[in-house]
């Protein structure tokens, strides 16, 4: 103390100490601040963990509510069915006397459940609603589940749903939409997603509060390192004050000050820093981008996603989703615009950024890579894809997409693509289809044409995997008629010399042989693949036709001499009819391409439609509406509005027993459908029409004043006789030059069911 107190030292130590209380305080004050970012990180990480357990309780409330009102609507679905069956015993067969009719009894049934199903559906709402008021009263921040989406972001229909939804059951949730469920593609997907609004807006506050905890924790370390700074330095100065720090006192209390100065600019930067609170708007408007998702609404997924990052930019799961939404808006990377395309790269980048290492995001990063890359010819662009996905394969080695768009880089990269088609084909190999889809678009590209051969090689090898195991193309009872021997060669055409009409149909694509060698259909396979141009951003773009019961794609049966050599693949049943384009067809025998063949195609614009109940689809004009006397299960079909033209399907299975003739059953049921059909029918002529590949088919057509009905016969796998008839103006079956009858489009769209014999 005699030194330190020494006359010349004695302004040195008054600032030693000075300086000592000033960095104590500052210690204190980031001591508090740091006990504040803990204090605020404990609470985030609470709330997290309500809305997780939130989420989790409506998830299993409105998941239990949701299928109980699907569970009552297929019930009085199938009271309607059982109505429609008692109602063709009645009308085709002979039910036993003395009892009361079946069929207004099942009706009024059906009528019941879904009466009772209305009420249930208020009622299961309005305690889901109560109990949701008890738990957010619990909450920390309970408003947040009633913020709206943001500024431009208005509340779309489902927004309101919630409990709400579920007051409206199914059935007459659809007949609202003007469709009933039987015609809604999306059916119960479409009423299952608008409810989970609520589920996605809570696991993004989950997500978002989780965030926030982990930002705190990042401000409390940080706080910790200036804490740590702040009581080096107090030693410094304190040391340079003792005798053993005398001779080097101003060289302690100068880096005793550079610490201070250090940690407190730190403190600044840590307090500017300081994580902000997530925007419940923002969360908002994420749940309405997923659900527009989930119902396929592309466009209005991209604007509610484009509101949540607005407001909250470092939100990576908003990003992920508006990536994905962008490249939904085409089929393929390969239709998409350049804008579009740099759009879901720039999103899938920033959510990678972000630290979100989802294997979807590095599966949407690379493909948006692969195709800029064949569009510009970089093959640099290729490589940082494979990468990508060769991380996202460590991530999710059991997901078959990302195994064949790795293969898919490897073919253009010179690596290893058999072994990795190989384990590609070991996880799904039904995704060979649309790799085949993908390496003809490939070659479409500039990056594509330098490597043809490939290519090429590539397609047979995915082609060879699709087919191996299946049935042969014929039997030992049909020989073959095109001469075996050499390596295998086939002349297709897409066009039929006989009638100077194209193959392609709303609802079939047709092809024939005309020649070649080397292909026995007693022993070897042959694997069909469509393809039909579409209209793409850049250059050419192929959609592959997928399989559907009967085809396209895949094995092709019934090569027969009888048939002249023409082999068929119907593809209706698909969810639409064909187009007129241009269509592109590959024979592979035995995995080895032998044909090919590319013709314009012109084709009547028909709509779709499926019959569920009857096992059928088909395709009509779009003016044509459901026909006026429809019983579900029974008689199904569509009609034009003036009652000129329709098409029905029958269900004839009450109208005679399995022996009976097929000519016979359809004649009687005929005569009893009373006046569904137009009068004066007469003079039966059979037709050789192979009636939907059903057993037992029989067709014919007869005439009436003016017009013509065309009827098939058939029992599909499951013992049903179902019958399928057209009836229109002698107009609509007349051919035009090269353009078949508008009857005769419709007629086989008909037939085309997924029974099969």
């Not at 960095?23 to 980031?30: Q, V, Y």
């Not at 302690?252 to 708007?281: C, D, E, K, N």
């Not at 991380?391 to 768009?405: G, S």
């Not at 399995?658 to 016979?664: E, K, N, Q």
């Amino acid at each position: 103390m005699e030194t330190v107190l020494e006359r010349h030292k004695h302004r040195f130590g008054q600032f030693v100490a000075i300086a000592i209380v000033v960095t104590t305080l500052l210690a204190a004050l980031c001591e508090y601040v740091e006990a504040g970012s803990q204090s605020a990180q404990r609470d985030s990480l609470t709330l997290a963990q309500q809305w997780g357990a939130f989420s989790t309780q409506v998830a299993h409330e409105e998941s239990g509510a949701q299928q109980l009102l699907l569970a009552r609507y297929y019930r009085a679905n199938e009271d309607r069915l059982a109505g429609g069956w008692a109602t063709g015993a009645a009308r085709f067969g002979s039910p036993p006397s003395g009892q009361p009719p079946a069929a207004p009894r099942w009706m009024q049934l059906a009528a019941m459940v879904e009466k009772d199903s209305v009420n249930l559906a208020a009622d299961t709402g309005r305690e889901i609603q109560a109990i949701h008021r008890v738990n957010e009263a619990s909450l920390l921040d309970g408003e947040a589940l009633r913020a709206g989406d943001g500024p431009g972001c208005p509340l779309p229909p489902w927004a309101g749903s919630g409990p709400d939804h579920l007051r409206t059951p199914p059935a007459v949730a659809h007949n609202a939409l003007g469709e009933g469920a039987d015609q809604d593609p999306f059916f119960p997907r479409r009423y299952l997603v608008d409810d989970r609004r609520e589920l996605y807006q809570l696991a993004g506050l989950r997500d978002a509060a989780n965030t926030e905890a982990a930002e705190y924790e990042k401000r409390f370390r940080r706080y910790a390192v200036s804490l740590a700074t702040l009581a080096v330095a107090v030693f410094l100065f304190g040391y340079c004050l003792t005798p053993h720090g005398h001779h080097h006192r101003k060289l302690y209390a100068l880096m005793a000050g550079i610490f201070v100065a250090g940690a407190s600019l730190w403190g600044v930067y840590t307090a500017v820093r300081s994580p902000h609170r997530i925007s419940a708007q923002a969360m908002g408007a994420y749940a309405d981008g997923r659900v527009a998702f989930d119902r396929g609404d592309f466009p209005t997924a991209v604007r509610y996603l484009t509101c949540a990052v607005s407001q909250e930019p470092g939100f990576a799961p908003a990003w992920e989703w508006r990536a994905q939404a962008y490249g939904g808006l085409a089929q393929t990377f390969y239709e998409l615009p350049p804008r579009d395309l740099a759009h879901a790269l720039g999103d899938a980048q920033r959510a990678r950024d972000l630290g979100l290492q989802d294997p979807l995001v590095l599966n949407t990063l690379s493909a948006a890579f692969f195709t800029r890359g064949l569009r510009s010819g970089d093959q640099g662009q290729v490589l940082e894809a494979r990468g990508l996905l060769g991380r996202a394969r460590r991530l999710d080695p059991r997901d078959p997409t990302i195994a064949f768009n790795y293969a898919e880089d490897l073919v253009l990269l010179g690596g290893r693509w058999k072994a990795a088609y190989e384990t590609a084909t070991g996880l799904d190999v039904s995704e060979g289809v649309y790799a085949l889809e993908s390496l003809q678009n490939d070659l479409e590209t500039p990056l594509g044409r330098r490597h043809r051969d490939v290519i090429s090689a590539a397609k047979q090898y995915v082609a060879a995997a699709l087919s191996r195991g299946s049935a042969v193309a014929g039997t030992d009872d049909n020989p073959p008629v095109i001469a075996p021997g050499g390596a295998p060669s086939l002349d297709a055409t897409l066009f039929d010399h006989s009638t100077g009409q194209s193959t392609i149909s709303p609802a079939q694509a047709e092809f024939f042989l005309l020649g070649g060698h080397g292909f026995d259909p007693r022993h070897d396979r042959l694997y069909a693949a469509w393809y039909a141009q579409v209209p793409g951003a850049v250059g050419t773009t192929w959609k592959i036709l997928p399989p559907s019961p009967t085809g396209p794609t895949g094995p092709v049966t019934g090569l027969k001499p009888a048939d002249g050599g023409r082999l068929f693949s119907l593809s209706s049943g698909r969810g639409d009819c064909l187009t007129s384009g241009t269509y592109r067809l590959e024979l592979y025998v035995n995995g080895v391409l032998a044909g090919e063949t590319t013709q314009q195609a012109h084709v009547t614009s028909l709509e779709h439609a499926a019959l569920p109940d009857m096992n059928f689809s088909m395709c009509h004009p779009r003016a044509w509406r459901r026909v006026r006397d429809w019983t579900p299960g029974l008689l199904e079909g569509y009609q034009d509005p003036s009652g000129a033209a329709a098409a029905l399907v029958v269900d004839a299975t009450p109208a005679g027993r399995l022996s009976d003739p097929p000519a016979a059953v359809l004649h009687a049921v005929l005569r009893r459908i009373g006046g569904t059909l137009p009068r004066g029918l007469h003079t039966p002529v059979a037709e050789n029409v192979v009636f939907g590949g059903f057993c037992k088919h029989y067709a014919e057509e007869q005439s009436f004043p003016g017009g013509t009905l065309a009827a098939g016969i058939g029992t599909d796998a499951g013992g049903r006789e179902l019958i399928g008839l057209l009836y229109g103006p002698n107009s609509a079956f007349a051919s035009h030059g090269s353009a078949p009858s508008l009857a005769g489009d419709i007629f086989f769209s008909l037939i085309s069911s997924q029974g099969s014999c």
